[in-house]
């Protein structure tokens, strides 16, 4: 913490640090940060010889009920001051549960993870949400100041319980998805590629139920729920590229996996209608919405039996998605 004086040291909101990310020199005005470098400069002047690493930013903030947390770059400071990794990461989306979804009080954190497209070096994580949403960016932020990767955040053990998280964290999931594309398994395309996709070469495969597109669905996409997939290649043109779409991306992911292995080129749209609606909620020229058909309006059947009282029958079957609550 020692500046261009002998007798002077800068700590705190003012003074300038190093990113560890970036490599650039920043402000970065956060307390717990500024603590540490205070002790740091206490112990130096008093004759040992302790070194600031850097701040890689992470912090939260409440808004209203939910949480918002991040650590290291956003995207647009990436594309910013990223230097060597600025044109070379690549950006997932995911939208797991916050505990197990069986248990009673599950709610989705919206996360989104930047990873160097070489190595896999974790370069920001986002995350807003409910209960535990701070949590998985603190992992994460500790995994980077370890210089962990990708491959780091799938091995992470955590303590699980129902009422905490899931079998697989949803940090292990972002290390999975992550994976997956650097180990060339699936390639991703993000929400705002797609009207920059040229129709004679790509198509949209949404593979949602169709009860599913009355809420909102990409313009022109082609609908074929995942379970039928199979038995409807034959539907499919091989000389496109397809981008394949569902709710959060797991049964995309499935559909993925089918037409590569029929000779397919499939593409998983990152973070599902999920994250392409959430970007696009003020722009409705951007969502098509499906109309309710005849099937779907009897959803909801009332019948009687004698002694049994009224039984409402509402079928939701194609409105629940693995992961999700």
């Not at 970036?22 to 302790?50: T, V, W, Y």
């Not at 497209?117 to 986002?126: F, P, R, V, W």
């Not at 058909?293 to 998605?321: H, I, N, R």
């Amino acid at each position: 913490m020692l500046t261009s004086d002998p007798d002077i040291y800068a700590v705190g909101d003012v003074a300038g640090v190093h990113n560890p990310v970036s490599g650039n020199e920043n402000m970065i005005p956060l307390a717990g940060p500024a603590n540490k470098q205070g002790r740091i400069c206490a112990d130096n002047i008093c004759g040992m010889k302790e070194h600031y690493e850097g701040t890689l930013g992470t912090n939260a903030a409440k808004v209203f009920d939910l949480d918002a947390a991040s650590t290291g770059l956003s995207e647009r400071s990436l594309q910013k001051d990223g230097k060597k990794y600025k044109k070379d990461y690549h950006a997932i989306h995911l939208h797991p549960s916050n505990h197990a979804g069986y248990y009673p009080g599950s709610s989705t954190i919206h996360m989104k993870l930047l990873f160097s497209a070489e190595e896999g070096k974790i370069l920001g994580a986002q995350a807003i949400g409910n209960k535990g949403t701070v949590k998985r960016i603190d992992v994460i932020s500790a995994v980077m100041q370890m210089n962990g990767t990708v491959y780091d955040l799938k091995k992470v053990e955590h303590a699980y319980a129902p009422p905490y998280s899931s079998a697989k964290d949803p940090v292990n999931m972002a290390g999975f998805l992550a994976c997956n594309i650097l180990e060339g398994n699936e390639s991703v395309i993000q929400w705002h590629e797609i009207e920059k996709l040229d129709p004679e070469h790509y198509a949209v495969l949404d593979v949602r139920m169709p009860v599913e597109r009355v809420m909102g669905y990409i313009p022109g996409s082609i609908n074929i729920p995942v379970d039928e997939l199979r038995e409807n290649l034959n539907k499919l043109d091989k000389s496109k590229t397809y981008v394949i779409t569902c709710a959060v991306g797991i049964r995309a992911w499935i559909a993925v996996r089918i037409l590569m292995q029929n000779g397919f080129r499939a593409s998983n749209l990152s973070g599902g209608f999920t994250t392409y609606g959430a970007a696009y909620y003020n722009k409705q020229e951007k969502i098509a919405y499906a109309e309710e058909t005849e099937s779907m309006e009897k959803t909801a059947e009332k019948t009687e039996e004698p002694g049994k009282g009224k039984t409402v029958y509402v079928d939701a079957c194609g409105l629940q998605c693995p992961g999700r609550s």
